[in-house]
């Protein structure tokens, strides 16, 4: 399995980016994909999440509304759109992939096979 983000960049805040992982391998039978994000001298947090078997998402309380992840149909890419960016939004944004379980989708340690990051930046 391989994951490989892309689509970061600068934005202004009020702005939109949509993040892009293209993966490889069985991630198709994955129970889950996800996002998570990394601010510098936090720690790895949950962004959001989509089941597999169902294509239902859950987000964190911070992007909900703002935020979604999609698929595309032949599950070998996975979207995170980002509107309405704030600068607590920058951050090194991973992508996932969870061959554990499909619930308690926000714990990372589900997550087997993770993407390099792509860097965000927000500007005020």
Request: include cysteine.
């Amino acid at each position: 399995v391989q994951l490989q983000a892309s689509g970061g960049g600068l934005v202004q805040a009020g702005g939109s980016l949509r993040l892009s992982c293209a993966t490889s391998g069985r991630t198709a039978s994955a129970y889950a994909m996800g996002w998570f994000r990394q601010a510098p001298g936090k720690e790895r947090e949950f962004v959001a999440a989509m089941r597999s078997r169902d294509g239902s998402t859950v987000y964190s309380d911070s992007v909900k509304g703002r935020f979604t992840i999609s698929r595309d149909n032949a599950k070998t890419t996975v979207y995170l759109q980002m509107n309405s960016l704030k600068p607590e939004d920058t951050a090194v944004y991973y992508c996932a992939a969870n061959f554990r379980s499909a619930w308690d989708l926000h714990n990372s340690g589900l997550y087997e096979y993770w993407g390099q990051g792509t860097q965000v930046t927000v500007s005020s």
